[in-house]
């Protein structure tokens, strides 16, 4: 079903590698891009449970938008394991202003096909988006 708003569905691929993550940690990030020949979100890249921070930011494209999933382990004060579901909309400044306008329009839509999200993110430039803000985020 198509969002009135931007004509994009989502590829049931992307629910389906975005459960696989929550459920079973079979990936550490996934970054979705719109395809839009087809008009719907797609899966662009899947990263590895051993992936790093850094492996995923690299895996984004500097002059181009996309949405991401990053799955954040960390440690509390208490010395308790814990993990963050981020959704990162990634729209650098320099990205073209339609590409733009269409992944906004289409952003909240695309959230909803993913439940158990926990913390949202926008992100225009890499440092709104470095490892600090994602470590102050996640507590």
């Not at 394991?81 to 320099?94: G, H, N, T, Y």
Request: charged residues 35%.
């Amino acid at each position: 079903m198509a969002n009135a708003a931007s004509g994009m569905a989502v590829d049931d691929d992307c629910k389906l590698k975005f459960l696989e993550l929550k459920a079973k940690r079979t990936h550490r990030f996934i970054i979705f891009k719109i395809d839009e020949k087809l008009k719907q979100v797609v899966v662009e890249k899947l990263g590895e449970p051993s992936s790093s921070y850094e492996d995923f930011t690299a895996n984004l494209p500097a002059n181009e938008c996309r949405y991401a999933i990053y799955d954040f382990d960390f440690v509390t004060e208490e010395n308790v394991q814990k993990s963050r579901i981020f959704f990162i909309a990634w729209s650098p400044d320099i990205s073209r202003v339609r590409s733009k306008m269409l992944y906004a329009s289409s952003k909240d839509r695309f959230k909803r096909e993913l439940d158990g999200i926990q913390v949202e993110l926008q992100a225009t430039d890499p440092s709104e988006m470095d490892l600090d803000v994602i470590r102050g985020r996640a507590n």
